[in-house]
């Protein structure tokens, strides 16, 4: 079960982070984790998401609220392989181009559709070793 709190007040600097109440000795708390809630229910511009992120940090080293969740675990290790990737794929490119100079399109294409790391290891090498072009693009066929 979710329930969505729209929370407001003509005060700029107000960040509610919790609702508590309590009667007849009976207490009951609701977090809002306001930053993950932002992120999940709206898209901003580059510029902003980095501004607001600054922000989060700062926020959550005031509150000292070290907790990463499983998610953003996972989502962390996931952006670590892709930058992984496309480095090896850019560096791919950046050899074939030092040392053949034009690099059809469809290779660049090609070369940015693998995935594999033991794939692109491979790729790296020959792209630094084998002789041509063409070389190069026949083994990437194969």
């Not at 059809?104 to 090498?125: F, M, S, T, W």
């Not at 070793?129 to 066929?141: G, H, I, V």
Request: with cysteine; proline share 5%.
């Amino acid at each position: 079960m979710v329930s969505l709190v729209v929370l407001a007040d003509d005060n700029p600097n107000w960040r509610p982070d919790h609702y508590e109440a309590a009667q007849w000795g009976c207490r009951v708390r609701l977090d809002y984790p306001i930053c993950r809630l932002l992120d999940w229910l709206m898209w901003l511009p580059e510029a902003l998401a980095v501004a607001f992120r600054r922000q989060v940090i700062q926020y959550e080293a005031e509150k000292s609220m070290p907790y990463v969740t499983s998610t953003e675990k996972l989502a962390r290790a996931e952006g670590r392989q892709q930058g992984r990737q496309e480095g090896r794929q850019e560096d791919i490119l950046d050899i074939l181009q030092a040392r053949f100079n034009d690099v059809p399109y469809a290779l660049c294409e090609q070369v940015k559709a693998i995935h594999d790391e033991n794939v692109l290891r491979e790729c790296l090498r020959d792209a630094a070793l084998l002789p041509t072009l063409d070389a190069f693009r026949a083994k990437l066929c194969r």
